[in-house]
């Protein structure tokens, strides 16, 4: 954080503003005075977060200031960086592409998303746009190494990739956590203003939590109960339950289960897996998998909760299924107290349906492994190889944005080999990192001080109803607005050289207005000016609270919340029944042949699991995947890229607290120091990511002085959840010896 040095009556107006980093959307004061120094505190008066923030809200001073940070275009001639106009810069790519496909008729273009794209005003508006105006022959993204399987499972079972559940940790009596860690996280795919906080409201009621984890995590340490699984695990413990519900005569669905098929199928299924057959596997003992399934069967309402550790795991889709289907079982889902539906005020997600809920999730193989791609998009892991095979169809042009693939994805040391050889490389990004350094072309984003801000990515997994809008703080010098940069990007890697970006915009409007049946000329007419506060507007105003543009004169607009900077809540989750479910039939089934099939792979893999040491990763409040180790306040004290491990596996292996270790996997190795520790399975060990940051040519001066290790050099390209394309980051098989 930037303090002032002088007394608060020198600072200009206080600022009402959101953090936009995670799906806390915490409330910030945020003040600048005449020299430009700014301080941030946290906002009591914000409805939602009410004075609750995190260390990282704090310095989105720091991140603005940040003298690493690029504010104008930078183009790379050989291994030297030059600024250069926006219109310079264009041209540039302009030329790249054309020598490219004149050279090479035969080659691909792809694109890398990174998360934090969806945190931009306009780029998380203008994805869309700049994906169907670019027609990328490949897609790749953070995704197949985050939530993907959640998708997948969504996706067959609602009809919709992204209408995933959220638990109502607020109302309910029982919160069981698989792989999530919020004390660190504030909540991924889970939007709440203080979940640690929800969590000590609920054991004050009488409530319980659990969690289920390898690792003892701060929020493992603030629950009723600790469950050490085995990495990899999940999906055996949860067939185990089921199997110990529907014995026990416990199958009742509730209201939704008029919209359910599958449950005979179910009974049937879960009747294979007893406790007895799955303890082994999942390293949890039978009395316990028994316990569980009690305590879920007991409460009167019951959130069942699984996130990254879930999804980044050989069985990532099973296990983001059986999540599911056991709170349709114990009618836990679309039920307050359980796990709900958010209704959004400014549904966004409804204006550009990212996948149609009648395609197949699977779809055209990779040209180098044959991997089809899933929902749309191939594994990240698969990219450097796509880049590096010789060949027709290899890849030669790639645009990444908010990324960073050399430190998040599978095989980093082959992507970062790899990358070089393209023959046109374009990132949209604030950095110099280890990934940009290999592009040709780097445009700036605004800071995320200048630039509005209305969260996207975190109301939709709200248990409330809600909004609250940021304005500008300080405008940015000299550049074109976000959107027409995405516009203009889109074009030129669809082969367009002279776009006339407001008629694009026009069009993308119109088939959002046409998306949620608002008539294209009222809404154009009422909102003239191009950009995505537009598209803000008519998502609020076509949304469930809207005013329909006249029709529903009560109606919420944007100037609304324009009016409260310290946002709006409208009131808790309501259940949705019918009106949730988008599958084409109108129904959910819990037995579709996806899931079917990767169940046999599962069952063949239930012998008894060897004694390899496994190595899960970890979040960390004060990290954010890899790009706010920039920031000094966050990275300063004592070395938190440490290895964990058990007592026990330390004395089998003569090592001692401190020691500089090597970490070996069938895919590389890396050093960190030891960190012995009680909260931890034994036979597990665990090493945070997004660390890394020791590769030449990268400008991040506060990131090299501490760089850690990067854990994605231990995770092999080839270890995939076959049923989403997700990389297996948690259960890599290792060995440590003593460096």
């Given at each position: 954080?930037?303090?002032?040095?002088?007394?608060?009556?020198?600072?200009?107006?206080?600022?009402?503003?959101?953090?936009?980093?995670?799906?806390?959307?915490?409330?910030?004061?945020?003040?600048e005075?005449?020299?430009?120094?700014?301080?941030?505190?946290?906002?009591?008066?914000?409805?939602?977060?009410?004075?609750?923030?995190?260390?990282?809200?704090?310095?989105?001073g720091?991140?603005?200031?940040?003298?690493d940070?690029?504010t104008?275009?930078?183009?790379?001639?050989?291994?030297?960086?030059?600024?250069?106009?926006?219109?310079?810069?264009?041209?540039?790519?302009?030329d790249?592409?054309?020598?490219?496909?004149?050279?090479?008729?035969?080659?691909?273009?792809?694109?890398?998303?990174?998360?934090?794209?969806?945190?931009?005003?306009?780029?998380?508006?203008?994805?869309?746009?700049l994906?169907?105006?670019?027609?990328?022959?490949?897609?790749?993204?953070?995704?197949?190494?985050?939530?993907?399987?959640?998708?997948?499972?969504?996706?067959?079972?609602?009809?919709?990739?992204?209408?995933?559940?959220?638990?109502?940790?607020?109302?309910?009596?029982?919160?069981?956590?698989?792989?999530?860690?919020?004390?660190?996280?504030?909540?991924?795919?889970?939007?709440?203003?203080d979940?640690?906080?929800?969590?000590?409201?609920?054991?004050?009621?009488?409530?319980k939590?659990?969690?289920?984890?390898?690792?003892?995590?701060?929020?493992?340490?603030?629950?009723?109960?600790?469950?050490?699984i085995?990495?990899?695990?999940?999906?055996?413990?949860?067939?185990?339950?089921?199997?110990?519900?529907?014995?026990s005569?416990?199958?009742?669905?509730?209201?939704?289960?008029?919209?359910?098929?599958?449950?005979?199928?179910?009974?049937?299924?879960?009747?294979?897996?007893?406790?007895?057959?799955?303890?082994a596997?999942?390293?949890?003992?039978?009395?316990?998998?028994?316990?569980?399934?009690?305590?879920?069967?007991?409460?009167?309402?019951?959130?069942?909760?699984?996130?990254?550790?879930?999804?980044?795991?050989?069985?990532?889709?099973?296990?983001?299924?059986?999540?599911?289907?056991?709170?349709?079982?114990?009618?836990?889902?679309?039920?307050?107290?359980?796990?709900?539906?958010?209704?959004?005020?400014?549904?966004?997600?409804?204006?550009?349906?990212?996948?149609?809920?009648?395609?197949e999730?699977?779809?055209?193989?990779?040209?180098?492994?044959?991997?089809?791609?899933?929902?749309?998009?191939?594994?990240?892991s698969?990219?450097?190889?796509?880049?590096?095979?010789?060949?027709?169809?290899?890849?030669?042009?790639?645009?990444?944005?908010?990324?960073?693939?050399v430190?998040?994805?599978?095989?980093?040391?082959?992507?970062?080999?790899?990358?070089?050889?393209?023959?046109?490389?374009?990132?949209?990004?604030?950095?110099?990192?280890?990934?940009?350094?290999?592009?040709?072309?780097?445009?700036?984003?605004?800071?995320?001080?200048?630039?509005?801000?209305w969260?996207?990515?975190?109301?939709?997994?709200?248990?409330?109803?809600?909004?609250?809008?940021s304005?500008?703080?300080?405008d940015?010098?000299?550049?074109?607005?976000?959107?027409?940069?995405?516009?203009?990007?889109?074009?030129?890697?669809?082969?367009?050289?002279?776009p006339?970006?407001?008629?694009?915009?026009?069009?993308?409007?119109?088939?959002?207005?046409?998306?949620?049946?608002?008539?294209?000329?009222?809404?154009?007419?009422?909102?003239?000016?191009?950009?995505?506060?537009?598209?803000?507007?008519?998502?609020?105003?076509?949304?469930?609270?809207?005013?329909?543009?006249?029709?529903?004169?009560?109606?919420?607009?944007?100037?609304?919340?324009?009016?409260?900077?310290?946002?709006?809540l409208?009131?808790?989750?309501?259940?949705?029944?019918?009106?949730?479910?988008?599958t084409?039939?109108?129904?959910?089934?819990?037995?579709?042949?996806?899931?079917?099939?990767?169940?046999?792979?599962?069952?063949?893999?239930?012998?008894?699991?060897?004694?390899?040491?496994?190595?899960?990763s970890?979040?960390?409040?004060?990290?954010?995947?890899?790009?706010m180790?920039?920031?000094?306040?966050?990275?300063?004290?004592?070395?938190?890229?440490?290895?964990?491990?058990?007592?026990?596996?330390?004395?089998?292996?003569?090592?001692?607290?401190?020691?500089?270790?090597?970490?070996h996997?069938s895919?590389?190795?890396?050093?960190?120091?030891?960190?012995?520790?009680?909260?931890?399975?034994?036979?597990?060990?665990?090493?945070?990511?997004?660390?890394?940051?020791?590769?030449?040519?990268?400008?991040?001066?506060?990131?090299?002085?501490?760089?850690?290790?990067?854990?994605?050099?231990?995770?092999?390209?080839?270890?995939l959840?076959?049923?989403?394309?997700?990389?297996?980051?948690?259960?890599?098989?290792?060995?440590?010896?003593?460096?």
């Amino acid at each position: 954080m930037t303090k002032s040095d002088g007394d608060a009556a020198t600072m200009a107006a206080l600022h009402k503003r959101t953090c936009p980093l995670c799906e806390g959307m915490c409330g910030l004061a945020v003040a600048e005075d005449a020299e430009g120094r700014i301080s941030i505190r946290p906002d009591p008066d914000n409805v939602w977060s009410r004075g609750h923030i995190c260390p990282k809200g704090t310095t989105l001073g720091e991140l603005h200031r940040d003298p690493d940070r690029i504010t104008t275009p930078m183009i790379r001639d050989g291994l030297a960086w030059r600024s250069a106009t926006w219109d310079e810069a264009f041209d540039h790519i302009a030329d790249r592409l054309k020598r490219m496909r004149h050279d090479h008729p035969d080659a691909l273009v792809a694109s890398y998303t990174g998360n934090m794209s969806g945190k931009g005003f306009a780029t998380g508006r203008y994805m869309m746009l700049l994906h169907g105006l670019a027609r990328f022959d490949a897609s790749f993204s953070s995704s197949s190494v985050d939530q993907l399987p959640k998708n997948v499972s969504s996706h067959l079972l609602y009809g919709d990739m992204w209408r995933i559940p959220v638990p109502d940790i607020d109302r309910t009596d029982l919160f069981v956590i698989l792989g999530g860690n919020p004390a660190a996280s504030k909540g991924s795919l889970f939007a709440h203003r203080d979940v640690m906080g929800a969590i000590r409201a609920l054991r004050a009621r009488g409530g319980k939590v659990i969690v289920v984890d390898p690792v003892r995590t701060r929020t493992a340490q603030a629950a009723d109960q600790w469950i050490g699984i085995r990495p990899g695990g999940d999906a055996a413990l949860l067939l185990g339950v089921l199997h110990f519900l529907l014995a026990s005569g416990i199958c009742n669905p509730g209201p939704l289960g008029q919209w359910v098929d599958g449950l005979n199928e179910i009974a049937a299924i879960a009747h294979r897996f007893p406790p007895e057959r799955v303890s082994a596997f999942c390293g949890v003992d039978v009395s316990t998998i028994r316990d569980l399934a009690d305590a879920i069967a007991r409460a009167p309402t019951a959130a069942v909760y699984g996130r990254i550790g879930t999804c980044t795991q050989n069985y990532g889709t099973l296990t983001s299924w059986l999540i599911d289907v056991i709170s349709i079982v114990t009618g836990n889902l679309d039920r307050p107290g359980g796990m709900m539906w958010s209704t959004q005020v400014a549904p966004h997600l409804d204006l550009t349906p990212p996948y149609p809920s009648t395609a197949e999730i699977m779809g055209a193989l990779s040209r180098v492994r044959g991997f089809p791609s899933v929902l749309g998009q191939y594994p990240a892991s698969c990219l450097a190889e796509e880049i590096d095979t010789p060949g027709p169809g290899q890849v030669r042009a790639l645009l990444t944005m908010a990324g960073n693939p050399v430190l998040s994805v599978p095989g980093s040391s082959r992507l970062d080999e790899a990358l070089p050889q393209l023959d046109c490389m374009v990132s949209l990004d604030i950095y110099i990192n280890e990934t940009t350094r290999h592009a040709h072309v780097i445009l700036p984003s605004p800071s995320l001080l200048e630039q509005p801000h209305w969260d996207i990515w975190a109301w939709p997994w709200s248990a409330t109803s809600g909004g609250h809008y940021s304005p500008v703080l300080t405008d940015p010098i000299d550049r074109p607005e976000e959107w027409q940069v995405m516009i203009r990007l889109g074009a030129l890697f669809g082969g367009m050289d002279d776009p006339d970006v407001d008629a694009l915009d026009d069009e993308y409007f119109g088939g959002m207005c046409d998306a949620v049946g608002i008539d294209r000329s009222v809404a154009m007419t009422a909102l003239p000016d191009h950009g995505p506060e537009r598209i803000l507007d008519l998502c609020i105003r076509s949304g469930p609270f809207g005013d329909r543009f006249g029709a529903v004169p009560d109606g919420l607009t944007l100037d609304h919340f324009k009016a409260k900077p310290e946002g709006i809540l409208l009131g808790p989750a309501v259940s949705l029944g019918a009106t949730a479910i988008r599958t084409a039939s109108g129904r959910i089934d819990l037995t579709h042949p996806h899931f079917l099939t990767d169940l046999e792979r599962l069952e063949n893999d239930l012998a008894v699991p060897s004694d390899d040491l496994l190595l899960v990763s970890r979040r960390q409040l004060r990290s954010l995947n890899s790009w706010m180790h920039n920031v000094t306040t966050l990275v300063k004290g004592k070395d938190r890229c440490t290895l964990q491990m058990h007592p026990v596996d330390a004395e089998k292996r003569g090592l001692a607290m401190g020691d500089a270790v090597i970490v070996h996997s069938s895919n590389g190795a890396v050093t960190a120091p030891l960190e012995i520790t009680l909260d931890i399975r034994p036979g597990v060990v665990c090493l945070p990511h997004g660390w890394g940051h020791d590769r030449p040519g990268a400008r991040l001066r506060v990131a090299e002085e501490r760089p850690g290790s990067n854990i994605n050099q231990l995770s092999p390209p080839s270890l995939l959840d076959p049923a989403s394309g997700t990389a297996v980051l948690n259960g890599v098989r290792v060995e440590v010896t003593a460096a």
